[in-house]
Structures are given as C-alpha cells and as structure tokens.
T-cell receptor, first 114, second 120 residues
Framework: AQSVAQPEDQVNVAEGNPLTVKCTYS??????LFWYVQYPNRGLQFLLK??????LVKGSYGFEAEFNKSQTSFHLKKPSALVSDSALYFC????????????FGAGTRLFVKA | DAGITQSPRHKVTETGTPVTLRCHQT?????MYWYRQDPGHGLRLIHY???????DKGEVSDGYSVSRSKTEDFLLTLESATSSQTSVYFC???????????????????FGQGTRLTVV
C-alpha cells in the first residue's frame, strides 16, 4: 500500500536561512512524487514533481526537491526562506502501476520568522 | 483555480441527513478525486474516479458514496451524515500522465477551493 510520512509537524526557520521539509514514502513500483502548498483558507497549489530523470527537481517560488531512491525520500528545500513562504506543505505520492490514487502526507507547517 | 468549482462552499447539516457535494470541472481531465482535510491527518482520499462511471475507494470511504455520470461532474454523497464527517472537503482533478499526441499530459492534481461541512 502507498504511504507518505512527513516526520515534522512544524518547521521553524529564520528569514534568509535555508529550509528543508522532509518527506519519505512507500509505494510499489516507480513513484510519482509531488509537493503542494496550502495558504490559509485556500485549496492546495502544486509546487513541483518528480516523475523520472534528474533527482533534483526545481519548482515554483524558488523551491526544489531531491529524490533519493535508496532512502525513499523526497525532501523539499529552498536556499533562502521568505516570510511569505510560511504555509502548510504537503508531500504526495502516486504509484506508477495503475489506479492513479494520490496519497498525501499529514502536512508540515512552515513558519519563517523575520 | 484551474476550472474547478465546488458547491456548496459552506454547509451546516443535521446528523442523519443526506448531503451531496458537487465538483464541476471545465478542464476535461480524466481523473477526479475527493479528499477530506482534518487537523493532524492532512488530506485523506475518500474516493476517486478514472472515468465516467468508473470509481474506486480511497483510504476513508466508509459512509461516503460517489457518482460520475459526466466527465465534468463528480458528486460526493454522505448517506447519513455524522459528526465525524465534519471536515473540509476538497475536490481535485488530474490528467493522469501519458501523452495526448505530442503533448505530455499533466500528472499533478489541481484542487478546488474546498467545502466546509459541519454536521451538528
């Protein structure tokens, strides 16, 4: 069965510092991996995805994520955090073996302090 | 939000009553999903559809049913609402990957604005 773990409920970082939001996954076959962001009272917005190819993928708003197959991880990163990055971040996985169910993690709340 | 409309946006209903939430898309995407969002649980998949009249259960399908009679509409029904179904419900759509001619189909999901349902 597919599953996604986001081990940190909350991540605190100072503005200008690098940030990392962690995600590990379990899925049969090759995974499709995604990061989404949710601002207050809004739906989720797509940030970036890994399907195949280069393990480092770049997305919106300066975010990037690194796919590590051996560690089954897909951590979200940004070199320099902004206060406006404060939001709820979700990692998601979809199996590449039919069904196309997309399963989300519980979310990590990011606080960026000025 | 990518041509997805959820209705109603807010609803308060009484325990034991049936409730239907509607998701309408104008993107002609094949896949449609219903999720619920609860504190500490993130988003949990209720049901999803991979085509007209083709649906399957997700992680938390008990007490919910769905129907998809047209590509553009995906209905979520709570047969007899309970207080545990108080939540924010999100619809999502996806092309599902693969190719449409020379163009790769998107694999990511696009979300509606959500429906806040309160069961009293």
């Amino acid at each position: 069965a597919q599953s996604v773990a986001q081990p940190e409920d909350q991540v605190n970082v100072a503005e200008g510092n690098p940030l990392t939001v962690k995600c590990t996954y379990s899925v049969s076959g090759n995974p499709y991996l995604f990061w989404y962001v949710q601002y207050p009272n809004r739906g989720l917005q797509f940030l970036l995805k890994y399907i195949t190819g280069d393990n480092l993928v770049k997305g919106s708003y300066g975010f990037e994520a690194e796919f590590n197959k051996s560690q089954t991880s897909f951590h979200l990163k940004k070199p320099s955090a902004l206060v406006s990055d404060s939001a709820l971040y979700f990692c998601a996985v979809r199996a590449n073996t039919g069904g196309f169910k997309t399963i989300f993690g519980a979310g990590t709340r990011l606080f960026v302090k000025a | 939000d990518a041509g997805i409309t959820q209705s109603p946006r807010h609803k308060v209903t009484e325990t034991g009553t049936p409730v239907t939430l509607r998701c309408h898309q104008t993107e002609n995407h094949r896949y449609m999903y219903w999720y619920r969002q609860d504190p500490g649980h993130g988003l949990r998949l209720i049901h999803y559809s991979y085509g007209v009249k083709d649906t399957d259960k997700g992680e938390v399908s008990d007490g919910y049913s769905v129907s998809r009679s047209k590509t553009e509409d995906f209905l979520l029904t709570l047969e007899s609402a309970t207080s545990s179904q108080t939540s924010v419900y999100f619809c999502a759509i996806s092309e599902g990957g693969g190719r449409a001619g020379n163009r790769p189909r998107n694999t990511e999901a696009f979300f509606g604005q959500g429906t806040r349902l309160t069961v009293v």
